[in-house]
């Protein structure tokens, strides 16, 4: 592990703090979590740097400077994240700085377009964030989520496509012929077309020392991350729906034994799935009405989780070897509502999904949305597979759909 650069003074129960964590892990910024409620000293030192007052989270960096309740802006500046254009007017802009929305950047980049790529928060999106890509062609090795990312955006730049991090669209609008894309810092600029790679959010639980171990032992995805768990005694899956239970059965394939942990007093997967894992030694063992109180651990890896029961104040715990959490996904896509079509869950509409009409004026080209120029690819595209390899692909199949649109344009 990197040594830390930051110092993050703060409380479990702070939203800001939480916040501020975030932000950091997202851009792979070492840090050192220093909670004052347990740390008496700790508490002094923020009194003292903040003149008697008790604010936090207090942030301090190598040069002993220091930041106190920063916004993700103020902490990007601090950083020397690059956070406004050059330019206001680009072929392409691209809203989304995962593995779908890279790819795309250099295919068109390299083809001569002048691309503008915004990221909300660290490049390389869920992948970013995952232990290891072991299913990833090419690396026969595995490579780290971080390592991968950081290739990618390097290849990016290699090309001259411009990258803005921490920074959030808005909304987008449309001026004669011209998509404008609205930044939370009060800027737009205008391209001919733009690419939505903006992806998905798992779900979180919200509890105490969650976003602590998230990719040191608390994970979103069983098939990137379950094969580093290869025999070990006990993981643990935290959800009852579809892809808990079918991602709890996958991983009995790594584990003497998946415990699975669901808030309500049955499962809500597919009969076929909840029939599997009741059969007689399915390797997967199911608690209801269990409510998640707290993760905790030892040397920056997970080692306990702590729930009590619906209607008993008893807590109890588990040591498994990795929580893996299942309770849904939100599309990064609130920003269009309103713009184009969505499904009933956010995730945009491409290509042939869209409602057909043979006397439309727009037919949509390949990952194209239902207004002309707005292109989709990734994990925010209804129908998207939800892996690495997979978001690649789109990213490179809807550059060429771009292209197309831009030779016509």
Same mark, same amino acid.
């Given at each position: 592990?990197?040594?830390?650069?930051?110092?993050?003074?703060?409380?479990?129960?702070?939203?800001?703090?939480?916040?501020?964590?975030?932000?950091?892990?997202?851009? +792979?910024?070492?840090?050192?979590?220093?909670?004052i409620?347990?740390?008496?000293?700790?508490?002094?030192?923020?009194?003292?740097?903040?003149?008697?007052?008790?604010?936090?989270?207090?942030? =301090?960096?190598?040069?002993?400077?220091?930041?106190?309740?920063?916004?993700?802006?103020?902490?990007?500046?601090?950083?020397?994240?690059?956070?406004?254009?050059?330019?206001?007017?680009?072929?392409?802009?691209?809203?989304?700085?995962?593995?779908?929305?890279?790819?795309?950047?250099?295919?068109?980049?390299?083809?001569?377009?002048?691309?503008?790529?915004?990221?909300?928060?660290?490049?390389?999106?869920q992948?970013?964030i995952?232990?290891?890509?072991?299913?990833?062609?090419? +690396?026969?090795?595995?490579?780290?989520?971080?390592?991968?990312?950081?290739?990618?955006?390097?290849q990016?730049r290699?090309?001259?496509?411009?990258?803005?991090?921490?920074?959030?669209?808005?909304?987008?609008?449309?001026?004669?012929?011209?998509?404008?894309?609205?930044?939370?810092?009060?800027?737009?600029?205008?391209?001919?077309?733009v690419?939505?790679?903006?992806?998905?959010?798992y779900?979180?639980l919200?509890?105490?020392?969650?976003?602590?171990?998230?990719?040191?032992?608390?994970?979103?995805?069983?098939?990137?991350?379950?094969?580093?768990?290869?025999?070990?005694?006990?993981?643990?899956?935290?959800?009852?729906?579809?892809?808990? =239970?079918?991602?709890?059965?996958?991983?009995?394939?790594f584990?003497?034994?998946?415990?699975?942990?669901?808030?309500?007093?049955?499962?809500?997967?597919?009969?076929?799935?909840?029939?599997?894992v009741?059969?007689?030694?399915?390797?997967?063992?199911?608690?209801?009405?269990?409510?998640?109180?707290? +993760?905790?651990?030892?040397?920056?890896?997970?080692?306990?989780?702590?729930?009590?029961?619906k209607?008993?104040?008893?807590?109890?715990?588990?040591?498994?070897?990795?929580? +893996?959490?299942?309770?849904?996904q939100?599309?990064?896509?609130?920003?269009?509502?309103?713009?184009?079509?969505?499904?009933?869950?956010?995730?945009?509409?491409?290509?042939?999904?869209?409602?057909?009409?043979?006397?439309?004026?727009?037919?949509?080209?390949?990952?194209?949305?239902?207004?002309?120029?707005?292109?989709?690819?990734?994990?925010?595209?209804?129908?998207?597979?939800?892996?690495v390899?997979?978001? =690649?692909?789109?990213?490179?199949?809807?550059?060429?759909?771009?292209?197309?649109?831009?030779?016509?344009?």
């Amino acid at each position: 592990m990197n040594e830390a650069k930051v110092t993050v003074y703060g409380a479990y129960w702070c939203p800001d703090c939480r916040r501020a964590k975030k932000f950091l892990g997202e851009n +792979f910024v070492p840090y050192k979590w220093v909670d004052i409620e347990q740390d008496k000293a700790a508490e002094e030192y923020v009194l003292e740097r903040n003149n008697g007052k008790r604010i936090i989270p207090t942030i =301090v960096f190598e040069d002993n400077s220091f930041l106190v309740e920063p916004s993700n802006a103020e902490l990007a500046k601090k950083l020397g994240l690059k956070t406004e254009a050059s330019k206001t007017y680009y072929d392409l802009s691209i809203v989304g700085g995962g593995p779908a929305g890279l790819t795309a950047a250099i295919y068109a980049s390299r083809e001569g377009a002048d691309v503008l790529l915004v990221e909300r928060s660290g490049l390389g999106g869920q992948a970013g964030i995952t232990v290891g890509l072991d299913n990833f062609p090419g +690396f026969p090795e595995g490579i780290s989520g971080q390592e991968f990312s950081d290739r990618v955006a390097q290849q990016a730049r290699r090309f001259g496509v411009e990258i803005l991090q921490a920074v959030d669209v808005e909304r987008l609008e449309n001026e004669e012929g011209y998509h404008e894309v609205y930044t939370s810092d009060g800027k737009h600029y205008h391209s001919l077309a733009v690419l939505i790679a903006a992806g998905a959010s798992y779900r979180r639980l919200e509890v105490p020392g969650e976003d602590d171990f998230i990719g040191a032992g608390i994970h979103f995805c069983a098939t990137c991350d379950g094969p580093f768990y290869k025999g070990s005694k006990e993981i643990v899956v935290v959800g009852g729906g579809n892809s808990a =239970v079918e991602e709890g059965l996958h991983l009995t394939n790594f584990t003497e034994k998946v415990t699975l942990l669901v808030r309500g007093d049955k499962l809500t997967a597919s009969q076929i799935a909840v029939d599997k894992v009741n059969e007689l030694n399915s390797g997967v063992d199911v608690k209801y009405n269990v409510i998640v109180d707290a +993760f905790e651990g030892k040397d920056s890896k997970l080692k306990t989780i702590k729930y009590h029961f619906k209607g008993s104040d008893k807590m109890e715990e588990v040591h498994p070897a990795a929580a +893996f959490i299942f309770i849904g996904q939100t599309p990064n896509t609130s920003f269009l509502k309103d713009y184009v079509e969505m499904d009933k869950y956010g995730f945009v509409l491409t290509g042939h999904d869209l409602t057909h009409d043979e006397h439309a004026e727009h037919k949509p080209l390949p990952f194209e949305a239902n207004i002309s120029g707005i292109f989709v690819a990734g994990d925010a595209r209804h129908g998207s597979t939800k892996q690495v390899a997979s978001a =690649v692909g789109e990213g490179a199949a809807a550059s060429i759909s771009i292209r197309e649109f831009l030779r016509r344009s």
